[in-house]
């Protein structure tokens, strides 16, 4: 059921520029004052006006760096008087945001451990009504679209109109080489029934590893997101958490030039955006059926493997045929025709048959 959200977009909570993408960028965390100003310096230097760390950092291990704590929201407020940024942290209790609001921080986010809790949202929500603070939702850690936009509806009623998204990509136990799973599909999902509310990626923590940022973020940008929120250190290496994905502010740069923007000027300007964000899907869509066809085969392989111990053929036509008529008769309350699907399926199977009989010759 589609829960009507009231929403002010992005461009108009008075920091976001356009063009494509508003940025925000800094640190995975603050560490110490002079990292804070280096970094923001570089970032500023190249016109990034909206500038993140954590400052209270979720980890999965006690023991390790858990964020500086208050005293980075003065660090935050330097960069503010400075440099004339507007500044913005991860907030995950009542406590988080009270300091927030103290100290003047002008944006603040909802991490994905914390969205994904309902207790922790109201809590949140609660601490924030009657303020008109802007809020980020990262997506929960598990592919779950209500838990999100039940998060939203929670800062929504608390009076929260100033509403945005950032999709960093869900845990998964599958081989991807990526952190998290892109999973673009729920975050189209969720635009295009919010398509007012800002919406950012964040290819840093959907990566892992500052090598797969820029390919993340064209795809976030050929999706039609509003903004990108990226890691960003003075000096990666040596940065006290998530070293491997964050990028020098130079470094963001030339990733954000790199970047193709198809832009709004063109006569033709709504095609070019439909055309853009249909092809988009179908990326999705055809990563996704790669991603099946993988499992598919590796299950055939696990099923000769299981034949050949038993001694038994391959080739069970009978398990075949009907498979192929379940599977036609499906098809046909899906409107896809007989033909096409009789030559998808045979298709697969002619591979499978192959893949078991490999499993056969071992
Ligand atoms: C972060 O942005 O630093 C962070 C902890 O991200 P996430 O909640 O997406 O893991
Ligand atoms: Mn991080």
């Known amino acids: 059921m589609a829960h009507e959200l009231e929403i002010i977009p992005g461009t108009e909570w008075g920091f976001f520029t356009l063009p494509r993408p508003m940025c ?8 110490t004052e002079e990292q804070v100003m280096e970094t923001a310096r570089g970032l500023h230097a190249f016109g990034i006006h909206v500038y993140r760390a954590g400052i209270w950092k979720p980890r999965t291990h006690p023991g390790s760096f858990e964020g500086v704590g208050s005293q980075g929201l003065k660090w935050l407020r330097r960069v503010k008087e400075e440099l004339g940024m507007q500044v913005c942290t991860e907030v995950a209790t009542e406590k988080h945001v009270l300091e927030c609001i103290k100290y003047g921080v002008d944006m603040i986010w ?40 039940g998060a939203l509806e929670r800062l929504n009623r608390a009076g929260i109109r100033k509403l945005g998204v950032v999709h960093r990509g869900f845990s998964t136990s599958a081989p991807i080489p990526y952190r998290n799973d892109p999973g ?27 090598k797969y940022l820029l ?10 997101m509003d903004g990108l929120m990226v890691e ?9 958490s998530d070293a491997k994905q964050q990028l020098t502010p130079n470094a963001l740069q030339l990733l954000l030039e790199s970047l193709i923007i198809r832009d709004n000027t063109s006569e033709n300007v709504s095609y070019r955006e439909g ?23 590796d299950v055939s392989r696990a ?12 080739l069970q036509t009978g398990r075949w ?12 309350q899906l409107n896809i025709s007989e033909q096409a699907i009789r030559s998808i399926m045979n298709a697969i199977h002619e591979e499978s048959v192959r893949v078991q009989n490999q499993m056969m010759d071992l």
């Open 24 to 31: 925000i960028a800094g640190p995975c965390s603050a560490e």
């Open 110 to 149: 909802i991490g994905a451990r914390t969205s994904a809790n309902p207790f922790l949202m109201q809590e949140i929500a609660d601490a924030l009504e009657g303020t008109d603070i802007p809020v980020l939702v990262k997506n929960p850690v598990n592919p779950d679209l209500d838990l999100w936009i």
């Open 184 to 210: 673009w599909e729920l975050a189209i999902q969720l635009r295009t029934r919010y398509p007012k509310m800002a919406f950012f990626a964040d290819p840093s923590h959907m990566a892992g590893d500052r």
């Open 215 to 224: 390919e993340l973020s064209q795809r976030a940008m050929d999706l039609g």
């Open 232 to 240: 960003s250190h003075c000096c990666p290496q040596e940065a006290w």
């Open 275 to 297: 055309i853009d964000a249909l092809r988009a899907r179908i990326d999705v869509i055809d990563e996704n059926l790669l991603k099946l066809l993988k499992d598919r085969m």
């Open 303 to 314: 099923i000769g493997h299981y034949k050949k111990e038993h001694n038994v053929a391959v």
């Open 321 to 332: 045929d009907q498979l192929l008529q379940d599977v036609v008769a499906r098809a046909a």
